[in-house]
């Protein structure tokens, strides 16, 4: 179950991150888990993440889930790996009807 906070999490806290990328509104998906949200969200909007999300260009943040444990935040991944996409694309729509990119609320 995801910790309770904000896109910003509790500075006390440590927290992993379950994000959702697109390539555009209703485009490629990638789902992936971090401890260095603002990081990794960078190399993958830069390209520096090899693989995938390189290829398909893959990086618009268009979901977020934050963790207090990164045990928890790893078996929501694989979780979410084996939904299948409309699941996907439901959970992202519930959230963020638009598929705006939520990379710009990271830096607010």
Do not use: C
């Amino acid at each position: 179950m995801p910790a309770k906070a904000g896109i910003h999490g509790v500075s006390d806290q440590p927290f992993a991150w379950v994000y959702i990328l697109a390539s555009q509104k209703s485009g490629t998906l990638y789902v992936g888990v971090t401890t260095r949200l603002i990081e990794r969200i960078a190399e993958h909007r830069e390209g520096r993440a090899a693989g995938f999300t390189k290829r398909y260009k893959v990086d618009r943040l268009v979901h977020l889930e934050p963790f207090g444990d990164i045990n928890d935040a790893i078996a929501r991944e694989k979780g979410l790996k084996k939904w299948r996409r409309a699941w996907k694309v439901e959970l992202i729509e519930k959230g963020n009807p638009d598929w705006r990119d939520l990379w710009y609320d990271l830096n607010r």
